[in-house]
């Protein structure tokens, strides 16, 4: 029998749907038949290039078509399975809230609000700050309410997967009180403005060179609460405010004319002479040329060919004495912007040196058995009118234990203080001694207050001059009178420095008492001693009466 021939096989080609064009990469044309191939069978017929990743793009369409169902039943099945929850992505003001009920959201809102503020911003700069002190003031259950109902009504699609997966930031419900917001905006200003450089002086590798003006930056307080206002709500998706801020321009932009004067001054050291006039102490700061170089800057100034002045970049200043305060003792301070204007008002006048105040701070005693407010009083050298005004609740007697406050003596010195200059009275010694330059210029007998009308101890000053004073409790007109301190406060009535004293126009008084406690408070000099004190001594100088 011939043998059978195999039945012959057909071949049938599926065209598939090419996948979507944008993942779609040129494939290569299969080479052209040639008559021999055409003869082959079908079965034995050649597979393209390329025909693998065809077979997975195949399959590609439905599994995306899958992935998509997939993710519309899971948004389902949160709002279906979750309506009194929030969305897991759900943010307010930057507080994450997803999956909370609506009082787990409230609780969350606004302990976190509390904790952390607002947030104001500046580029990338942020400053955090209570929303009380700009007047805002929030509806945590409101808020709460707004970010469980997200969802429900009018989102579409893409905000529910936002929502779901990644994060959707909605704003807070709050009330805003305008007034407030403007003046606290204005209070905080000070920490976030960057002030203005002038063109000035630096060292740069050994040399001085000049250094660039820098622009500043200011907030503006009312155009912020009008951009916010603006954004309603939704400026705050994220819990933070932004600023809108004014550009500074600096007032020297040339430091050409000052580089020549600058010269010649950076030759030495700058020196800070910090003076306390209550302890009599210094503290002596020296501040190198390469340090105090990088502070130069420049001024207008008409007085001045040039038409500026030499001046000294507060921030770098600043900066130097906040290092030095280690060097103080804890009881003293600066006041910086008047030692600031100090030693600015030394560099305009071209000086490389500065005396400059220290100050001391209250003290705080803790009274003890036997202690009265006149004893404790006259230890810290303050009349005790004082200390009673201080310390309201004396009027009810003291207590052993209780802790009190001392007025810093620093009170007493209400004009600027003469620094190389002092009185020194002792009512044991009952002399007067002057020194000037740290040295004894004069030495003299003296008479001060009796015990029932004493003369206080403490640091005092000048603070007056006249020719004849009347004392008209005890009918007495004293010569070359000089202030030092009023016993009582708020009061016209002065304790001081004079000469022997008349009464009734003619009669003098106490000529052969010095050296003895006479007078009714004030120290008593010779009528020739008291005229030259009396034009020597300029209203600022320190007085310091010692027991």
Same mark, same amino acid.
């Given at each position: ?11 049938? $080609? ?24 055409r003869?082959?069978?079908p ?7 390329g ?9 590609a369409?439905?599994?995306a ?12 099945a ?35 609000w ?19 002190? $700009? ?6 259950a409101?808020s ?12 579409s ?40 450089r ?6 740069? =590798?050994g040399?001085?060179q ?55 001054? $950076? ?6 002479d910090?003076?306390?006039?209550v302890?009599n ?42 290092g030095?305060r280690?060097t ?12 600031l ?5 030394a ?27 006149t ?5 810290? =050298? ?5 200390i ?43 002399r ?10 004069w ?10 009308s ?23 007109w004293?010569p ?9 406060p708020?009061a016209?009535?002065?304790n ?12 003098? $008084? ?25 034009d020597?001594?300029?209203q600022g100088v ?6």
């Amino acid at each position: 029998m011939p043998p059978r021939r195999a039945p012959r096989t057909r071949t049938t $080609l599926r065209r598939a749907a090419p996948p979507p064009q944008p993942t779609l990469q040129p494939l290569p044309l299969p080479p052209a038949p040639t008559p021999q191939s055409r003869r082959r069978p079908p079965h034995r017929q050649q597979k393209p290039n390329g025909s693998g990743w065809m077979n997975w793009a195949i399959f590609a369409a439905p599994l995306a078509l899958l992935g998509v169902l997939a993710l519309i039943v899971l948004v389902g099945a949160v709002l279906l399975f979750s309506g009194s929850r929030a969305l897991p992505g759900i943010q307010v003001a930057g507080i994450p809230v997803g999956g909370m009920n609506a009082e787990t959201a409230v609780a969350q809102i606004a302990q976190t609000w509390d904790g952390r503020g607002v947030l104001l911003r500046d580029g990338d700069q942020i400053y955090p700050i209570q929303p009380s002190l $700009l007047g805002i003031s929030l509806d945590a259950a409101a808020s709460a309410q707004a970010a469980v109902g997200y969802g429900r009504t009018g989102v579409s699609m893409g905000g529910l997967v936002r929502a779901a997966f990644d994060k959707v930031a909605l704003a807070p419900i709050i009330s805003l009180d305008r007034e407030t917001f403007v003046r606290g905006l204005a209070e905080i200003a000070p920490q976030i403005d960057r002030p203005a450089r002038n063109a000035g002086v630096a060292f740069v =590798g050994g040399a001085l060179q000049e250094r660039a003006a820098v622009e500043g930056r200011a907030v503006d307080a009312s155009a912020t609460l009008a951009q916010f206002e603006a954004q309603g709500i939704s400026a705050l998706r994220d819990g933070a405010l932004d600023l809108v801020m004014q550009r500074i321009a600096p007032t020297v932009t040339d430091a050409a004319p000052i580089l020549a004067a600058a010269q010649s001054l $950076l030759a030495s050291p700058f020196r800070i002479d910090a003076y306390n006039p209550v302890t009599n102490t210094r503290v002596n700061w020296q501040v190198m040329p390469d340090t105090w170089a990088s502070w130069l800057t420049a001024s207008p100034d008409d007085t001045q060919p040039t038409g500026l002045a030499l001046a000294f970049d507060t921030n770098g200043v600043r900066g130097y004495l906040e290092g030095q305060r280690g060097t103080l003792s804890q009881n003293e301070y600066l006041n910086m912007d008047e030692t600031l204007a100090t030693i600015n008002a030394a560099i305009a006048r071209a000086e490389t040196q500065a005396v400059v105040r220290l100050y001391n701070r209250d003290a705080t005693h803790t009274v003890q058995p036997g202690e009265s407010i006149t004893s404790i009083a006259w230890d810290y =050298g303050v009349p005790y009118l004082y200390i009673q005004q201080a310390n309201p609740s004396l009027e009810d007697g003291l207590s052993v234990g209780e802790t009190i406050t001392i007025p810093s003596a620093d009170d007493f010195l209400e004009l600027p203080v003469v620094p190389d200059k002092r009185i020194v009275v002792s009512i044991g010694e009952q002399r007067v001694r002057v020194y000037e330059g740290g040295a004894l210029r004069w030495d003299w007998v003296a008479s001060t207050g009796i015990t029932s009308s004493p003369t206080w101890t403490g640091i005092y000053q000048i603070i007056s001059h006249e020719p004849n004073a009347y004392a008209g409790n005890w009918d007495l007109w004293m010569p070359n009178f000089m202030g030092v301190y009023r016993p009582i406060p708020g009061a016209d009535f002065t304790n001081g420095f004079h000469g022997f004293p008349t009464r009734g126009g003619s009669q003098l $008084l106490w000529t052969n008492s010095l050296g003895t406690r006479v007078t009714y408070g004030c120290i008593l000099l010779s009528n020739e001693n008291i005229r030259l004190l009396y034009d020597w001594a300029e209203q600022g100088v320190v007085v310091e009466i010692q027991a």
